[in-house]
C-alpha cells in the first residue's frame, strides 16, 4: 500500500468538512426520502431549527383580518385568494414592458428568443426572459407584500426564503396539453408556497389555475392509501402509483380526490392567490387567450435545484417602503429577498 500519497481523492475532497456541496446534495436527498407519514414531522423540525437561529416573529400586518382564516384554507384546500392586488394603473405598465420584451419556450429554451405576438405554434408556455422580468415594474413589491409574506410564513412555519420570480404565458389554440399543463406536484423544497398573480383575465376558458384540494400534504397522501386498503387494496395500489407517476391523468385525480375537489381557480388580471403546489395541480390550456400570470417562490431553505440569479434591484428597497411602510421589518425583508437582492 502507498501510504505516501496524500489523503486527497474526489471522494474524499467531495466530503471534506469545508465543500458545502455535500451538505447540499444532503439536504436534497431527504427532500424525496423522508417517510411520508413523518414529512410534517421533519418539516416542523427544519422549521424549528430556523426559527432557533432567526427569530422572527410572526408577521401581522394592520388590518390583516383574514391572515387565520387564509392559512387554513391553504392547509385544508391547499391555497387561499389574496383579491386583488394590482392596479389598473400599475397592470398597463406591468403589461406595457412584458409585451415589448423578448420570451422563449420555457421547456425547450433552444428554439430561441421572440416576441410573444410571433410566439411558434410549437411553443405552449413561454417564458418571459430573466432581464425583462427583472425590470418589470411593481412585481417584486408584490412578491413581497406583507400580506403574501404573514401567509407564507405562517403556513411554512418559519420566515420565507424568495426563490425566484417568473412571468410566463400560457398559450391559447394548442391542440393538446404539455408539461404543467398536465397533473403534476412540485417538490421544491420540505414546505413551500407559490404567489401567482393573474397579469390577464382568467376564466374557464383562458388557463385556470387547478387544484384537487387536499392534496397538498404527504402524510394526508398516506391516510387516504391506509383507508383506501382497508376498503380496496387494488384501488389503494392505483392511488399510490398515480401519485408516484410524474404525470398523472385527469380521470385518475377525478377519481381518486373526487370531481368535486377539482379546484379552478380563475380570476381578473391583477387578482392574486397562494398555493401549496405539492399538491396535485396544473395550468389548464388556454382555449380562447393568452393567460399571463406573475409568480413567486416562498421555500423554507434555498431549494438548490432552482437558479439563483441576483438581481441589482435597488429601488426595490424604496418603493417597498413607500407602499408597505415598516409593516415588514428590514432584517426580516432582507432575510427573505437575500436570494434574489442585495441589501444597502
Ligand atoms: O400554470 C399553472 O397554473 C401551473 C404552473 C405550475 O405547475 C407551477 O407553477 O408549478
Ligand atoms: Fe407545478
Known amino acids: 500500500m502507498d501510504m505516501s500519497a ?11 468538512y469545508q465543500n458545502p456541496e455535500w451538505y447540499r446534495q444532503f439536504l436534497l436527498h431527504m427532500r424525496y426520502s423522508v417517510d411520508l407519514r413523518t414529512y410534517e414531522h421533519f418539516a416542523g423540525i427544519v422549521a424549528k431549527f430556523l426559527n432557533s437561529q432567526l427569530k422572527f416573529p410572526q408577521l401581522r400586518p394592520e388590518g390583516d383580518d383574514s391572515l387565520a382564516d387564509d392559512v387554513k ?3 385544508e384546500n391547499g391555497f387561499c385568494s389574496l383579491g386583488k392586488i394590482v392596479s389598473d394603473e400599475e397592470l398597463a405598465e406591468i403589461r406595457a414592458h412584458v409585451d415589448a420584451g423578448k420570451a422563449h419556450d420555457g421547456w425547450a429554451p433552444d428554439k430561441g428568443d421572440f416576441l410573444i405576438a410571433d410566439a411558434p405554434e410549437t411553443v405552449h408556455v413561454a417564458h418571459v ?5 427583472e425590470t418589470t415594474p411593481h412585481l417584486a413589491r408584490f412578491a413581497s407584500d406583507p400580506r403574501v409574506l404573514a401567509r407564507a410564513q405562517a403556513f411554512l412555519g418559519v420566515a420565507p426564503t424568495m426563490m425566484y420570480h417568473a412571468v410566463w404565458w400560457s398559450l391559447a389554440g394548442r391542440e393538446a396539453p404539455q408539461d404543467a399543463q398536465l397533473f403534476h406536484i412540485d417538490r421544491h423544497c420540505y414546505r413551500f408556497c407559490k404567489l401567482f398573480v393573474f397579469l390577464t383575465d382568467v376564466d374557464m376558458d383562458n388557463g385556470p389555475h387547478v387544484y384537487a384540494k387536499g392534496s397538498g400534504f404527504n402524510h394526508v397522501v398516506w391516510q387516504r392509501y391506509e383507508a383506501l386498503k382497508k376498503l380496496n387494496p387494488e384501488k389503494a395500489d392505483g392511488y399510490m402509483a398515480m401519485m408516484r407517476a410524474q404525470r398523472k391523468q385527469d380521470a385518475d385525480v377525478e377519481d381518486f380526490f373526487g370531481a368535486e375537489n377539482i379546484a379552478y381557480i380563475t380570476g381578473k388580471a391583477g387578482e392574486a392567490f397562494l398555493v401549496n403546489t405539492a399538491g396535485i395541480h ?13 409568480q413567486s417562490l416562498y421555500t423554507m431553505l434555498p431549494t438548490i435545484k ?3 440569479a441576483p438581481i441589482d434591484n435597488q429601488r426595490f428597497w424604496t ?12 432584517d426580516y425583508l432582507a432575510y427573505v429577498n437575500r436570494l434574489m437582492f442585495h441589501h444597502t
Open 282 to 294: 396544473k395550468g389548464l390550456l388556454p382555449k380562447t387567450h393568452n393567460r399571463l400570470v406573475f
Open 319 to 330: 418603493e417597498h417602503a413607500a407602499a408597505y411602510g415598516d409593516a415588514v421589518p428590514d
Open 129 to 133: 426572459n430573466d432581464d425583462v422580468v
Open 73 to 75: 384554507s391553504m392547509r
Open 306 to 308: 432552482d437558479k439563483v
Open 6 to 16: 496524500n489523503n486527497s481523492t474526489p471522494k474524499a475532497d467531495f466530503f471534506d
